[in-house]
């Protein structure tokens, strides 16, 4: 069976003030997190929660994924940035053209997110949380397919979508070229065996689908979680949520 994609999770040096900033974007709750963190759990079809974990690791490079949200008009787009800005985030520059219509900007901790110009086709079944876009290769959008049950709704010139049965945001990987990875990523993903699943057995199936073990070297028995990375090496974890 699949696993269920329980949170992304973000490294941040304020894990409250993170929280607060995405809370007041998105209009999710806030709720206590088992691993010191703070957690948010969606108020729409969005089947995954925040989680926002304590972390002093210096930024090496951007992330690999970012947000990209949605907007119903013009004057919706202008709304959403300028509640963003007032929250505490900033616009961010990473090459985007003048012509381009959406604007790029970055959270309190400098993580980018995008929100997306009105009339957009490819994310016009999406609610506010449009998708989670992502650098990497076609094959790590058929591992990620393969390991949550999520159909393919793109795979065309090396880039590849999915999407859960139930709806919420796609998750998009952009092909070739990409940038190579430097240091541990400050967001990944947090899986949890599907009702009745036993956390190893899962381990061991997505080991079985491309994935690779990281903590080798520790008694998985012991272990609340286990770290893997997916075809691309960007870490993920298997645990049973508390």
């Known amino acids: 069976m699949a696993s269920h994609l329980f949170a992304v999770c973000f490294d941040a040096r304020d894990p409250l003030l993170l929280a607060r900033f995405w809370s007041g974007l998105l209009g999710w709750e806030t709720v206590d997190d088992p691993r010191d963190g703070i957690g948010l759990v969606p108020t729409d079809d969005t089947g995954f929660r925040l989680r926002f974990l304590p972390s002093q690791a210096p930024r090496t490079g951007q992330n690999r994924m970012h947000f990209d949200l949605t907007s ?18 900033a616009h961010l520059d990473v090459g985007q053209r003048p012509e381009e219509g959406h604007v790029v900007l970055a959270d309190p901790e400098g993580n980018a997110f995008c929100v997306i110009e009105p009339g957009n086709n490819f994310l016009a079944d999406c609610g506010f949380v449009g998708a989670l876009a992502c650098d990497g290769s076609q094959e790590v959008g058929y591992f990620w397919s393969k390991a949550l049950g999520w159909p ?12 859960s049965p139930h709806g919420g945001p796609k998750i998009t990987w952009g092909g070739p070229p990409l940038d190579p990875k430097t240091g541990k990523g400050r967001v990944h993903f947090d899986l949890a065996p599907s009702a009745g699943g ?3 057995a899962e381990a061991d199936r997505l080991l079985s689908l491309g994935a690779t073990l990281l903590d080798a070297g520790q008694d998985q028995a012991k272990a609340d979680r286990v770290a893997l990375a997916d075809p691309d090496g960007n870490e993920f974890f298997v645990a049973t949520p508390r």
């Not at 004057?75 to 007032?86: C, F, G, N, P, Y």
């Open 198 to 200: 036993d956390r190893q």
């Open 72 to 89: 119903t008009s013009l004057e919706d787009q202008r709304q959403t940035v300028a509640r963003a800005l007032e929250l505490g985030g």
């Open 152 to 163: 393919l709704v793109w795979d065309q010139d090396e880039e590849t979508a999915i999407r």
